[in-house]
């Protein structure tokens, strides 16, 4: 997993904080329960349950659980089949996940059996259909390969989607970290700099290979991509061809 810190943090655990608020609203919302799936630091829950809910989340390993315990947030270990399918949740998390997994055809059927009926499923992945993904193919930011599994566009997700039981009743294309960054980190890939050097920086995992005037030089390059990039990224939100989606879907009634 991806651990950033110093200002990136900052700026990320605000971003999904607002993200919170506009799912949820500002105010609580009781009796509630949320899950998040793959809930890394666990900043969105953190979040729902300043705002009274009761929340949960999940991680593959106990070693990335730690980081969402040491903010004393409820996780298990493991994948859904450890929870009995009782509709128990108001809200699934699925954020920058579902590419990763091995089926995820079975993990939304499972995220089904949890929800309450009317229950919401938020999630969020790559758009493979996006302007971004087409314009750099394998330099592609958003493609990360090896570590995401699977890609969708509009149709594939929402095909998967009604498959599992669920019905798509929002869909958005704008992401204000995503969109940016990625264009500028494509950007750099497609001119030949170490493949996500800049996030590898960010995170705190500079190669060796990685000399101060290379890092110097992109650091150059990535400010004048800067305005192209935000340029292009309204324009894509506006077409619908942002890099990300972000599907707000209901259980529909069996």
Request: charged share 20%; glycine share 10%; with cysteine.
């Amino acid at each position: 997993y991806r651990r950033y810190g110093g200002l990136t943090q900052v700026t990320l655990r605000w971003l999904y904080r607002w993200r919170v608020r506009r799912w949820v609203g500002r105010r609580p919302q009781l009796p509630a329960a949320a899950l998040e799936i793959g809930c890394g630091q666990g900043w969105m829950l953190q979040a729902l349950r300043e705002r009274g809910w009761w929340v949960a989340g999940t991680e593959r390993t106990t070693g990335s659980a730690k980081a969402a315990v040491v903010n004393g947030l409820p996780i298990f270990v493991g994948g859904l089949e450890a929870l009995q399918p009782i509709p128990r949740f108001d809200v699934i998390i699925l954020f920058h996940v579902l590419e990763h997994l091995a089926d995820p055809r079975d993990t939304l059927r499972d995220c089904a059996a949890l929800l309450k009926a009317g229950g919401r499923l938020i999630l969020s992945v790559p758009n493979f259909h996006s302007w971004q993904a087409r314009l750099f193919g394998s330099h592609w930011f958003h493609l990360d390969v090896p570590r995401h599994l699977y890609h969708f566009e509009s149709r594939s997700l929402g095909r998967t989607l009604r498959r599992a039981g669920f019905e798509i009743v929002d869909m958005s294309f704008v992401s204000f970290e995503h969109d940016l960054y990625g264009w500028i980190q494509s950007f750099l890939n497609i001119l030949g700099f170490e493949q996500n050097l800049m996030t590898k920086l960010l995170m705190g995992q500079v190669s060796g290979r990685s000399s101060a005037g290379v890092v110097a030089v992109m650091a150059g390059v990535s400010a004048v991509f800067v305005v192209p990039s935000l340029l292009l990224s309204l324009c894509s939100w506006l077409t619908r061809s942002g890099a990300i989606m972000e599907v707000g879907a209901v259980k529909t009634e069996t």
